[in-house]
């Protein structure tokens, strides 16, 4: 595979805190590896517990003024970040690569574009969030939203840079610090975001990054200097963080995994339903949380389908992720590789029909052709479970009734989609799958305006929109009398 020349990606230290890098090699050390080769590109240490108790100590001190700063100034400085992110998108989205390996035909659309997005949103809102005036009568009562303080977020390797702004903007915008922890996996952006937030003129301390695994995750979530804690994960890992952090009460966001359904009915638009499945299958590597993994597709339309999709699957460029022809790069690691080829033998033993794809490429790093399996079935381990790979999965459906109903068995509930050309009937659809996030003849859209979170085991909260803010603040509700208190002595 042609390689093109790639930058330094090492970072100046291991974390960011209190508006400086950060240096304390007695932790562990972290390899950052590049997906595409499996070289080492840089190293970090995770944080002691001394790292991470100036990242609390930092914000702790600085979120006060923060908060008594009037919201405007702090929606400004927020605009501010996400012109500078913008100016930097390429190299930003070329770190992004590095990190995690998608295509930069990806990361430049979908990771700082994405992360700028959300600090322009909620630094433009940050002016307009007010409380409530309740008139009584005589008397009356009023709300303020406040912040709640210091806020943990823990993100994925999937998307970096995205995870981090989509929780540091609301957060910011409501007068909170954050101290992030990003996946092990993927290091690099996080830090990058922090000195972009500083140099927009973010006060030092208010967003603080500390590396580590699972361990350090898990220190943060029971730290009694936090007071929420915002996890992008996959689901065994929510149950944990959300039972520490109820041990003292904390708030939570949960943004966890999915299996989601996708249902083609016989008079979808073919193309369309295609496309939208290869989206919500194929890109990053199929290593998103929303992916429609399991594709129903009416009967009288599932050869065509099955036929169709496997023609332009052929069609994935497959290559250099640097390069901007290819549109599919590796997976992210050795062990998420490993994971996608397990759950491709259960496949093959429990009897899915592997139309195309799911090959390992003689080459360095964490290679795997897109799959796509036909005569898949509910019981099946690959129906049932989050691969977290590019993995398509087609079942057969009949009618309406049955479709709905094999979509919703599920413990899951992050996404859903239908392909229709009938209007009454992709809103009635719509309106019975049990799923937070849902597209009609679309998949995988996230737009900032648009709220995003999932029911059942995928999720807790809302990110994005302003059902954010509701995340990331709290309200003090005052009762003001107006005339004389009458007590009964
Ligand atoms: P993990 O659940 O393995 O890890 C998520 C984060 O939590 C990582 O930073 C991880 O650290 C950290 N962590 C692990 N154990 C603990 C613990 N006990 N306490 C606190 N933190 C901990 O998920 P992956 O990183 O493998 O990401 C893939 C999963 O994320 C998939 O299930 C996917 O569906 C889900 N996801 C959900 C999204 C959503 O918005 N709903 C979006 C993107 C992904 P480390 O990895 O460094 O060990």
């Given at each position: 595979m042609r390689q093109t020349n790639r930058p330094d990606a090492r970072p100046r230290a291991s974390h960011f805190i209190d508006g400086v890098y950060v240096e304390d090699d007695a932790g562990e050390t972290i390899d950052v590896i590049y997906p595409a080769t499996g070289e080492v590109i840089a190293t970090v240490h995770a944080a002691t517990q001394a790292v991470i108790d100036r990242a609390f100590e930092s914000a702790r001190a600085a979120q006060a003024a923060w908060a008594a700063t009037p919201p405007r100034e702090r929606g400004r400085v927020l605009t501010r970040a996400a012109q500078i992110l913008r100016e930097r998108n390429r190299e930003m989205s070329i770190l992004e690569t590095m990190d995690t390996g998608k295509p930069l035909q990806e990361t430049l659309v979908a990771d700082a574009t994405s992360g700028a997005d959300a600090l322009e949103y909620f630094g433009g809102i940050a002016a307009g969030l007010t409380g409530e005036h309740i008139p009584l009568g005589e008397d009356w009562a009023y709300t303020i939203r406040e912040p709640l303080g210091v806020c943990v977020g823990i993100g994925a390797w999937n998307y970096p840079t995205q995870i981090a702004c989509w929780k540091a903007a609301p957060a910011l915008a409501c007068g909170n610090a954050m101290v992030f922890k990003p996946s092990e996996t993927t290091p690099l952006c996080t830090l990058k975001v922090a000195e972009i937030l500083i140099e927009a003129g973010l006060p030092a301390g208010l967003f603080n990054v500390v590396q580590g695994a699972g361990a350090v995750g898990g220190a943060l979530t029971t730290d009694p200097r936090a007071d929420k804690v915002s996890l992008t994960g996959s689901v065994p890992t929510g149950r944990k963080v959300y039972s520490a952090a109820a041990e003292s009460m904390k708030h939570v966001t949960m943004e966890l995994g999915g299996k989601s359904p996708m249902l083609v009915f016989d008079d979808a638009d073919l193309e369309d339903a295609v496309g939208g499945a290869i989206l919500g299958n194929f890109y990053s590597s199929g290593q998103i949380c929303t992916n429609g993994t399991r594709v129903f597709v009416q009967k009288g339309l599932r050869a065509r389908f099955v036929e169709r999709m496997a023609e332009r699957m052929r069609d994935a460029v497959i290559g250099d992720p640097l390069d901007e022809a290819t549109n599919f790069g590796p997976l992210v690691s050795a062990r998420q590789m490993e994971i996608v080829e397990r759950y491709l033998?259960?496949?093959?033993?429990?009897?899915?029909?592997?139309?195309?794809?799911?090959?390992?490429?003689?080459?360095?790093?964490?290679?795997?052709?897109?799959?796509?399996?036909?005569?898949?079935?509910?019981?099946?381990?690959?129906?049932?479970?989050?691969?977290?790979?590019?993995?398509?999965?087609?079942?057969?459906?009949?009618?309406?009734?049955?479709?709905?109903?094999?979509?919703?068995?599920?413990?899951?509930?992050?996404?859903?989609?239908?392909?229709?050309?009938?209007?009454?009937?992709?809103?009635?659809?719509?309106?019975?799958?049990?799923?937070?996030?849902?597209?009609?003849?679309?998949?995988?859209?996230?737009?900032?305006?648009?709220?995003?979170?999932?029911?059942?085991?995928?999720?807790?909260?809302?990110?994005?929109?302003?059902?954010?803010?509701?995340?990331?603040?709290?309200?003090?509700s005052v009762y003001v009398r107006m005339g004389r208190v009458e007590a009964p002595f």
């Open positions: 033998k259960i496949a093959e033993d429990e009897g899915a029909r592997r139309v195309v794809g799911g090959e390992r490429l003689d080459r360095p790093g964490y290679w795997l052709t897109p799959a796509l399996f036909d005569g898949v079935t509910d019981d099946m381990t690959m129906a049932r479970e989050e691969i977290f790979g590019p993995v398509l999965s087609v079942l057969e459906f009949d009618d309406e009734d049955e479709g709905i109903a094999r979509a919703n068995a599920t413990e899951f509930g992050l996404s859903a989609g239908v392909f229709t050309r009938d209007i009454g009937r992709a809103h009635r659809v719509i309106g019975r799958l049990r799923a937070g996030t849902c597209f009609i003849n679309s998949y995988n859209d996230a737009p900032v305006e648009m709220p995003f979170g999932g029911v059942k085991m995928s999720g807790i909260g809302r990110e994005n929109a302003k059902a954010a803010i509701e995340h990331y603040s709290q309200v003090k």
